[in-house]
């Protein structure tokens, strides 16, 4: 969707961090998700922050949100080739585009 | 519990002819929604449905068609099929309001020459 941006592209190196981030327009959002897709798979939720929180960590992950500026990111540690994928950030259930993640070896 | 599933997995149509997309979900929820995905553009919404019996149009309505007959199915219609919906559609549904987590199901790969 138009209101949600984000990078198309990001490649990393296996064990660097990753960061993909997503700018919305709706200040109102409440949810914001972040879902993975494999390829030839459907969405699968990774994570989700509240939007009264400024940041959330889940293992490797962590979601930073900054509801001023309507900026949120997902931080991966210690980025692994299983995490190549399509990530798509979603406040309130509306998508972005989705970054396509590579992680060279 | 199979979560949400969708049949078939790929199709191939001629314009023109016409197919019907299920969707179903054991997990009781209420809404249901169909999305395309293409390449660059994420996740459009097409049609959507608050409960058994309703329907209602998201962003990218036209040429399709959807019914909830039974609250574990939401069907989606292409009545004459054209090459601009070759797309993947996925199906989706969430307990409550559209804002919470939603359950996708694997996908259908549809292809229109």
Redesign the interface.
């Given at each position: 969707?138009e209101d949600?941006e984000q990078s198309?592209f990001l490649s990393v190196r296996e064990g660097d961090s990753s960061v993909i981030n997503c700018t919305y327009t709706d200040s109102s959002s409440?949810?914001l998700?972040w879902?993975k897709q494999e390829p030839?798979?459907?969405?699968?939720?990774l994570t989700?922050i509240f939007s009264n929180m400024d940041m959330k960590q889940d293992q490797r992950l962590t979601v930073l949100l900054n509801k001023k500026d309507k900026h949120l990111s997902l931080r991966i540690a210690d980025t692994q080739t299983g995490d190549s994928a399509i990530y798509?950030c979603a406040p309130?259930?509306r998508?972005?585009?989705?970054t396509r993640l590579t992680v060279k070896p | 519990n199979a979560g949400?599933t969708q049949t078939p997995k790929f199709r191939v149509l001629k314009t023109g002819q016409s197919m019907t997309l299920l969707c179903a979900q054991d997990m009781n929820h209420e809404y249901m929604y169909w999305y395309r995905q293409d390449p660059?553009?994420?996740?459009?919404l097409i049609h959507y449905s608050v409960g058994e019996g309703t329907t209602a149009k998201g962003?990218v309505p036209d040429g399709y068609n959807v019914s909830r007959l039974k609250k574990q199915n939401f069907l989606l219609g292409l009545e004459s099929a054209a090459p601009s919906q070759t797309s993947v559609y996925?199906c989706?549904s969430?307990y409550e309001s559209?804002?919470?987590?939603?359950?996708?199901?694997?996908?259908t790969r549809l292809t229109v020459t």
């Amino acid at each position: 969707g138009e209101d949600v941006e984000q990078s198309l592209f990001l490649s990393v190196r296996e064990g660097d961090s990753s960061v993909i981030n997503c700018t919305y327009t709706d200040s109102s959002s409440t949810y914001l998700y972040w879902y993975k897709q494999e390829p030839g798979a459907g969405l699968q939720l990774l994570t989700y922050i509240f939007s009264n929180m400024d940041m959330k960590q889940d293992q490797r992950l962590t979601v930073l949100l900054n509801k001023k500026d309507k900026h949120l990111s997902l931080r991966i540690a210690d980025t692994q080739t299983g995490d190549s994928a399509i990530y798509f950030c979603a406040p309130d259930m509306r998508f972005g585009a989705g970054t396509r993640l590579t992680v060279k070896p | 519990n199979a979560g949400v599933t969708q049949t078939p997995k790929f199709r191939v149509l001629k314009t023109g002819q016409s197919m019907t997309l299920l969707c179903a979900q054991d997990m009781n929820h209420e809404y249901m929604y169909w999305y395309r995905q293409d390449p660059g553009m994420g996740l459009r919404l097409i049609h959507y449905s608050v409960g058994e019996g309703t329907t209602a149009k998201g962003e990218v309505p036209d040429g399709y068609n959807v019914s909830r007959l039974k609250k574990q199915n939401f069907l989606l219609g292409l009545e004459s099929a054209a090459p601009s919906q070759t797309s993947v559609y996925f199906c989706a549904s969430s307990y409550e309001s559209s804002s919470y987590e939603q359950y996708f199901g694997p996908g259908t790969r549809l292809t229109v020459t």
